[in-house]
């Protein structure tokens, strides 16, 4: 039973345009969402989170939206640069330290 | 945040062996983590390491196949215990420094059981 659902396995944006990549959950405790960016060979790294008491948050490029009554969530890289091409995972806990993962989103930035 | 190694980076492995997988963090942390990502899949936890008791293990995980240790607020080790084909993955340690739920991850560890 996946809670944390990445729908898209791929997606591919041109340099300088919007990336958008999706998220959905399912278990309503969930209160704290992340979003973590993997290049190969190398452990995941942290990029941006959001409360549930909150419907967005931004941090330079990265915003992350919330929509809790959907159980939806996004991030949005504007502009699209090559070194964002990775593997982007989605995450939620439930307020006791677990993270649970998405299976993850391969974004191909193109020239 | 928090800077964290993991030795050996990667290892070919003979089933029935065991390896154990070392994990450093940079500064003391309280909670520390050790998962698993198979190919293609998403990253499993496997357990939570705890300072000084017992480490908390996921569904599907068990101790005598995952032993863990944290002897101190900066290290943590896992061992796979006799190893079959089905153990190969990426093992990766994480810890949260406690400001909120994020999570560091180590660069992790790339396991072959042949």
């Known amino acids: 039973d996946q809670q944390v659902k990445q729908n898209s396995p791929s997606l591919s944006v041109q340099e300088g345009r919007i990336s958008i990549l999706n998220c959905d959950y399912t278990?309503?405790?969930?209160?704290?969402f992340l979003w973590y960016k993997k290049y190969p060979a190398e452990g995941p790294t942290f990029l941006i989170s959001?409360?549930?008491?909150?419907d967005k948050n931004e941090d330079g490029r990265f915003t992350v939206f919330l929509n809790k009554s959907a159980k939806h969530l996004s991030l949005h890289i504007v502009p699209s640069q090559p070194g964002d091409s990775a593997v982007y995972f989605c995450?939620?806990?439930?307020?006791?330290?677990?993270?649970?993962f998405g299976k993850g989103t391969r974004l191909h930035i193109l020239p | 945040s928090a800077v964290i190694s993991q030795k050996p980076s990667r290892d070919i492995c003979q089933r029935g062996t065991s390896l154990t997988i070392q994990c450093q963090v940079d500064?003391?942390?309280?909670?520390m983590f050790w998962y698993r990502q198979q190919p293609g899949q998403s990253l499993t936890l496997i357990a939570t390491?705890?300072?000084?008791?017992?480490?908390?293990?996921e569904s599907g995980f068990v101790i005598d196949k995952f032993p863990i240790s944290r002897p101190n607020l900066t290290f943590s080790t896992l061992t796979v215990s006799n190893m079959s084909p089905e153990d190969s993955s990426i093992y990766l340690c994480?810890?949260?420094?406690?400001?909120?739920?994020?999570?560091?991850f180590g660069p992790g560890t790339r396991l072959t059981v042949t």
């Open positions: 278990n309503s405790m969930f209160d704290y």
């Open positions: 959001i409360s549930s008491i909150k």
């Open positions: 995450a939620a806990s439930a307020g006791d330290d677990k993270i649970i």
């Open positions: 500064s003391q942390v309280t909670m």
């Open positions: 994480s810890a949260e420094p406690g400001q909120g739920y994020e999570q560091y």
């Open positions: 390491a705890n300072q000084g008791s017992e480490a908390t293990y």
